[in-house]
């Protein structure tokens, strides 16, 4: 969302890593950026100018001087591309175009546009090179040279390198780079009440031992969870994000804390209930677990078996009844039927601020899959009914209604 309308240059420098930037063009215009690209003659060599200029649609820029035969021609673009921008994103960085920035070279259109670019703009710079290039004195001096100065320098990642070593060097995946462009992006616009409070999510699934190899659980893959717990983080909050098992990848800048059971979740979300401003619990946590486990493995010696259970602790509503008045208690329903009414019961007895009541038919709604059926209730009862939508749509209307609590105050 926070990327919609936005203008961004990326800049393109001559590592190998540059053959991925077509696709970063394809995700940020699909996310409804504007992107234009300043590429550097050594980045033509491992990217071409006609894929760039047919997936950003818009001529790239390399040369500083414009042709002159051409009508309605800027002369003055090595100005005018820099002050256009909301961000410059100059990815891959190779070691010489570091040096370049960091001494205040300005002889392409790309070092041009760090020059011109307005003040507050953020700056990404994503550095991929080999291993020992990276580790060199001059350019970490640059890098340091240039951190100071307010660039958001990201570390390369681990991995195998172009020279055949495996080391520190890899550019991240474009999806990566989208979001940390968007995280930069909404840091650079503070309009959240959000920003700088800590949010804690609860996720997924938990697991209540039996024995040695086997647990009850449900179907909950963690995706509602986590697609919260990132539009939360682009809003700029402090995130933890408290999960059972799930094989989901941790939205960048997310603090992540794994538990297995629903006493671990609750050990770990306790330990946050005072810190936190909004608690959102999204997770599916057993109501009850097997009073004794076994060790090792249960043997099938009788054609029945009767499993004692006792209650598990009620994580949200241990945080919605003893909260304190700045802070927000957010819950789920999830129901199989028509359950508005046990909705509203859940709102009222665990004291939320908002729950969001969804159904479970494991196509459009509810558990796996990647879409939610959501009716927002909050604390006045006032219902948003949402449509279909992908779940990380979901979640960032249930923020937009958080937002909306935080501004009306209690
Ligand atoms: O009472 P019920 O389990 O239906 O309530 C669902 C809501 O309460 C969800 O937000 C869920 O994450 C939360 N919950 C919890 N701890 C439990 C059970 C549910 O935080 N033990």
Not at 264 to 276: F, I, P, T
Not at 319 to 341: N, S, W, Y
Request: aromatic share 6%; with cysteine.
């Amino acid at each position: 969302m926070i990327l919609k309308g936005k203008k961004i240059i990326l800049g393109i420098s001559g590592g190998i890593a540059a053959y991925k930037t077509p696709q970063l063009v394809r995700l940020l215009k699909k996310a409804g950026a504007e992107v234009r690209v300043a590429l550097t003659a050594s980045g033509s060599r491992f990217v071409s100018e006609l894929s760039l200029a047919t997936v950003s649609g818009e001529p790239v820029f390399r040369e500083m001087f414009p042709p002159l035969d051409l009508p309605g021609t800027d002369f003055t673009r090595h100005i005018s591309l820099g002050e256009w921008a909301d961000a410059l994103v100059i990815a891959p960085a190779t070691a010489n175009t570091i040096a370049k920035l960091a001494a205040g070279l300005c002889d392409d259109m790309l070092t041009a546009c760090f020059i011109t670019l307005r003040p507050g703009k953020p700056v990404l710079i994503f550095p991929a090179m080999d291993g020992q290039m990276y580790r060199s004195g001059s350019l970490q001096r640059n890098i340091a040279l240039l951190t100071g100065q307010g660039c958001t320098v990201i570390e390369p990642e681990n991995g195998d390198l172009a020279s055949g070593q495996c080391g520190t060097g890899r550019m991240p995946e474009p999806d990566v780079i989208a979001q940390r462009i968007g995280m930069a992006l909404q840091n650079a616009t503070p309009d959240s009440p959000l920003r700088g409070r800590r949010v804690v999510v609860t996720a997924g699934p938990t697991r209540e031992k039996i024995d040695g190899v086997r647990f009850i659980s449900n179907y909950s893959s963690g995706k509602m969870g986590f697609a919260l717990a990132e539009a939360a983080r682009e809003r700029g909050a402090e995130v933890t994000l408290i999960t059972g098992p799930v094989h989901l990848d941790t939205p960048v800048g997310v603090e992540r804390l794994d538990v297995e059971n629903a006493c671990e979740m609750y050990e770990a979300a306790k330990s946050l209930y005072g810190l936190c401003t909004v608690f959102i619990a999204a997770a599916a946590v057993a109501d009850y677990r097997p009073e004794l486990v076994l060790e090792g493995k249960l043997k099938k010696n009788s054609s029945h078996l009767q499993l004692n259970l006792i209650r598990n602790p009620d994580i949200l509503a241990e945080f919605g009844t003893g909260k304190r008045p700045d802070q927000l208690a957010v819950g789920f329903a999830l129901e199989t039927g028509d359950g508005l009414e046990e909705a509203y019961r859940k709102l009222q007895e665990k004291n939320l601020d908002l729950v969001a009541f969804n159904t479970f038919d494991r196509k459009t709604s509810g558990f796996e899959v990647d879409t939610n059926v959501l009716t927002l209730i909050d604390r006045n009862h006032t219902e948003t009914v949402l449509p279909l939508m992908q779940k990380k749509d979901a979640a960032r209307q249930l923020l937009d209604c958080i937002e909306q609590l935080m501004h009306s105050g209690r």
